[in-house]
C-alpha cells in the first residue's frame, strides 16, 4: 500500500503493510491493514505496528500543522486537484458547512489522503513536508 514512504525511527528499516483478515461473528470478514517495521536492519527491533486508519489520522494531522503556502501539488496531480474541484463545487454537499466554493489545498490532501487512489495517496504524501519516520505509532 503506502510501502517505501516510511522508515522506522528506531532502525531505519523501511516500513510495510501488511494486510489482515478478521472473521466476524456473522461469517463475514472484515479487512485491516496495518504498518510494521521490517526488521531488515536490526532483526530485533520492538517498534510496534501502526493501522493504516492511525497512520492516515497522523499524516493529516501533521498536514494541518504545515501552513497553506508550504503545501504543494505535483504537476502531475493537478489535473486531479482541478477535477476534484469541480466536482465539489457542483455537488454542493459541504453547504452544511458553509463551504463558499473555495477549495485550499489541504482540502484537497485530505481528500487524496482518505480516498485517492494508491498512486496519488503515494505521490501526494511522499511530496509532504511531514517526518516520514516511524516512532511508538506517531510520524516524528
Known amino acids: 500500500p503506502l510501502k517505501g514512504i516510511f522508515t522506522c525511527y528506531s532502525c531505519g528499516s523501511g516500513v510495510c503493510g501488511e494486510y ?5 461473528l456473522n461469517g463475514g470478514h472484515r479487512d485491516h491493514i496495518y504498518y510494521h517495521c521490517t526488521r531488515s536492519r ?5 517498534e510496534g505496528f501502526i493501522t493504516e486508519r492511525a497512520l492516515i489520522r497522523e499524516i493529516l494531522d ?17 489535473p486531479i486537484l482541478n477535477e476534484y474541484e469541480k466536482i465539489i463545487t457542483e455537488a454542493k454537499y459541504l453547504a452544511d458547512y458553509g ?5 485550499t489545498t489541504k482540502d484537497y490532501i485530505h481528500y487524496i489522503v482518505r480516498q485517492g487512489s ?4 503515494k505521490e501526494t504524501i511522499g511530496a509532504l513536508p511531514i517526518p516520514k519516520r516511524l516512532h511508538r505509532r506517531e510520524l516524528l
Open 42 to 46: 536490526n532483526p530485533r527491533c520492538k
Open 20 to 24: 489482515k483478515k478478521r472473521k466476524l
Open 118 to 121: 494508491l498512486r496519488a495517496r
Open 99 to 103: 463551504f463558499d466554493g473555495t477549495l
Open 62 to 78: 501533521k498536514v494541518d500543522e504545515i501552513s497553506e503556502d508550504q503545501l504543494i501539488i505535483s504537476n502531475s496531480m493537478q
